[in-house]
């Protein structure tokens, strides 16, 4: 029993050594051009004699056990490596130029709400993009997805999904554009037009979405609802109750916004998770 246990246990063991050994190297290459991006001494970084150190190598740890732990179901080949250079490369690009535009953004006077929906809405046209690009490789030669069971799912909901990706990502644009007028870079007629045309669309790709959904999407979208109609009254009416009682500041508007696409989100991935289904 204790020889089968081992025969088992050994291969995901290896998987995780392996592939937390490529978690670190992309990792410090990672680094390497984020601070040449970004116009930083990496050396100076790691030489000072401060919390600056500390924190890039428990940043790098962290890196290394959760690519390791992910990964530890899958070999590490040539086929694997690249896909996961790939990946992880579109999304540390798109995580470096939406730095870029929030370091940008920090030169005007941008407000604390403003920011945060900004970077709500960065965050979900981050995944979207990703997600739209995973979707996409299983119709052409690319094959970023491992799993073949995953890929034939994506192959039949192809259309579902990508439309699902574009719903998020004009869902973030939306949040990005009123953050922008918040903060003075846009004019309000503009984010207004914008917002406009944007909800137009989010319509529209709702209505495809429901239509392209099968039973249990249907009943999955009907669970979500609910669970983020009690989130959103147990948090967001928390937090109004406190403000109007004077023990914390009243949330703004866009607050409100931003609280309203976190929940929403978060109520999606609890339905997942109380049905198993983020594990496939």
């Not at 073949?148 to 004009?170: I, K, N, P, Q, Y």
């Not at 249990?216 to 948090?235: D, K, P, Q």
């Not at 009416?237 to 703004?252: D, E, Q, S």
Request: charged share 10%.
């Amino acid at each position: 029993m204790t020889a089968m246990a081992n025969e088992k246990s050994a291969p995901s063991w290896r998987n995780f050594a392996a592939w937390s050994a490529v978690g670190a190297v992309f990792y410090l290459l990672a680094l390497w051009g984020a601070m040449r991006f970004l116009h930083q001494d990496i050396m100076d970084a790691v030489v000072r004699p401060s919390r600056v150190t500390a924190q890039l190598g428990l940043a790098m740890l962290f890196s290394m056990v959760v690519v390791g732990f992910t990964s530890r179901k899958r070999s590490l080949n040539l086929g694997t490596l690249r896909n996961f250079l790939i990946q992880n490369a579109v999304a540390i690009l798109a995580f470096l130029l939406v730095i870029w535009g929030f370091t940008a953004l920090a030169r005007t006077d941008v407000g604390v709400s403003e920011w945060i929906a900004a970077v709500t809405g960065a965050t979900l046209v981050v995944v979207a993009v990703l997600g739209g690009l995973t979707t996409a490789s299983v119709h052409t030669g690319l094959h970023l997805v491992d799993d073949e069971m995953a890929a034939e799912d994506l192959r039949e909901r192809g259309r579902l999904m990508l439309c699902s990706f574009t719903w998020v990502a004009c869902y973030g644009l939306l949040l990005i554009g009123l953050g922008l007028a918040g903060a003075g870079v846009l004019s309000p007629a503009a984010a207004l037009a914008g917002a406009l045309v944007l909800i137009a669309i989010l319509t529209l790709l709702t209505i495809a979405a429901w239509r392209l959904s099968d039973e249990l999407g249907r009943t999955l979208s009907h669970e979500t609802g609910n669970m983020a109609f009690y989130l959103i009254l147990v948090l967001g009416g928390g937090w109004a109750m406190l403000a109007h009682l004077g023990f914390v500041a009243a949330p703004a508007p866009l607050d409100w916004l931003t609280i309203f696409t976190v929940l929403l989100f978060a109520a999606s991935f609890i339905v997942l998770g109380r049905r198993k289904l983020l594990t496939h």
